[in-house]
């Protein structure tokens, strides 16, 4: 005997569920992917970043996003499935069998709270890892812009009072051939510094934030007063990169949720970070629980209306759905962080206003 007589309703419902998520993920990151198309192209083409890096800064950039791209890929799929359920007469047909509403909404909180868990831990953890393997990409690549920067046979200023100077340049190694630098960071007495070769690289205590130029065999000459010559074998040359790259701490998205919770337990005196601290911790468990709450708006406006076009619309409602949320959140995050709002009652309030609206929709279908 089936104890549970909507057993197979529930499966049948799920896995209708599962292609339309994996295929709405695709289609958010492809979106997400092309805000990135120009920088990745500046970095393949201006910079020669082999394709192997700019796959991995892709991945890192997927990776950050997941836990804000599930709920947006549930979303899809749910009103894309009870959609089309209702547009094919199957939920007046399960409900003429006997079924309750919520059987019929059960695959929906069952995926919603499985897809919620995996955001969840994305969020709390891999998501932070991501972002900030991103951020130490990103910054080791920029280095990578100064040899771009100095080009063969051409005196080439930016280094912050510095004018240097090759006759060869190989921007891929940073290797540089017969050196001339004209350093005017001293003031009055200025530096001129010749070398047969060079390397430039990132500075081993400091990567990310300032250049090391390695020459090697070349003289230093001073002029002051006296003439001043001081022949070397090797000397550094420490500059910034020409595009004042700096060297970033873990930002706000890269910190685990247990290091938020850590930094929190210290006496912060500093107000605002407290705030943006308390801000991250709740976002954090508030796209979580966003899944189940998608979940509740998807199958209350997916089952309302018997629409002919369930596939376009249920695409229409679903971007106007996200566009209004995430207006809506983006105004609560900067009351939050500014201290206009309490922080939880900023964060939480576009989930509430969202769940509202699902139980409304859902109530109208209930019998």
Same mark, same amino acid.
């Given at each position: ?5 909507? /057993?197979?309703?529930v ?6 569920? @599962?292609p339309?998520? =994996? !295929?709405?993920? +695709? %289609?958010? &990151? ?64 399960? /409900? ?7 059987t019929?909404? @059960?695959?929906?909180? =069952? !995926?919603a709270? +499985? %897809?919620? &868990? ?11 890892w ?24 051409t ?48 500075d ?10 390695r ?38 998205p ?22 943006k ?33 369930a ?37 939480w ?19």
């Open positions: 005997m089936n104890i549970f007589p909507g /057993k197979k309703t499966q049948y419902i799920f896995f209708e569920m @599962l339309s998520f =994996i !295929l709405g993920l +695709l %289609v958010f &990151i492809s979106i997400i992917l092309m805000f990135q198309v120009l920088r990745l192209t500046e970095f393949a083409i201006v910079h020669g970043v082999p394709l192997k890096t700019i796959a991995e800064i892709i991945g890192y950039v997927v990776i950050s996003l997941l836990p804000v791209l599930f709920p947006m890929a549930l979303l899809f799929s749910v009103l894309l499935t009870y959609g089309r359920l209702s547009q094919d007469s199957e939920i007046v047909a399960l /409900k003429a069998c006997g079924l309750p509403m919520t019929i909404t @059960l695959p929906a909180l =069952i !995926l709270s +499985l %897809v919620g &868990i995996i955001s969840a831990q994305m969020s709390f953890n891999i998501a932070p991501g972002n900030r393997q991103f951020e130490v990409l990103y910054s080791r690549l920029a280095d990578t812009k100064a040899a771009a920067v100095i080009k063969e046979g005196f080439s200023e930016g280094f912050f009072d510095m004018v240097v100077y090759a006759n060869e340049v190989d921007s891929d190694k940073g290797k540089l051939k017969k050196v001339f630098i004209y350093d005017e960071k001293s003031g009055d007495i200025p530096l001129t510094i010749i070398a047969k070769a060079g390397e430039i690289a990132p081993p205590d400091k990567p990310g934030h300032e250049l090391l130029l020459l090697q065999d070349g003289e230093i000459h001073r002029q002051a007063k006296t003439h001043t010559k001081i022949s070397f074998n090797t000397y550094d040359v420490q500059f910034s990169a020409p595009l004042n790259i700096e060297e970033k701490a873990k930002s706000m890269s910190l685990t949720l247990q290091e938020v919770r850590n930094r929190l337990k210290e006496d912060i005196k500093d107000e605002e970070l407290k705030r601290l308390q801000t991250e911790l709740h976002k954090r468990w508030a796209i979580s629980i966003l899944c189940v709450v998608f979940a509740l708006i998807g199958v209350g406006l997916g089952t309302t209306t018997n629409r002919r076009a596939k376009a619309g249920g695409m229409i409602i679903c971007l106007g759905l996200i566009i209004g949320y995430w207006v809506l959140y983006i105004a609560a995050e900067g009351a939050a962080r500014s201290g206009a709002l309490p922080v939880a009652l900023a964060i309030t576009p989930n509430v206003i969202f769940g509202v609206l699902g139980f409304e929709s859902l109530r109208r279908n209930w019998n």
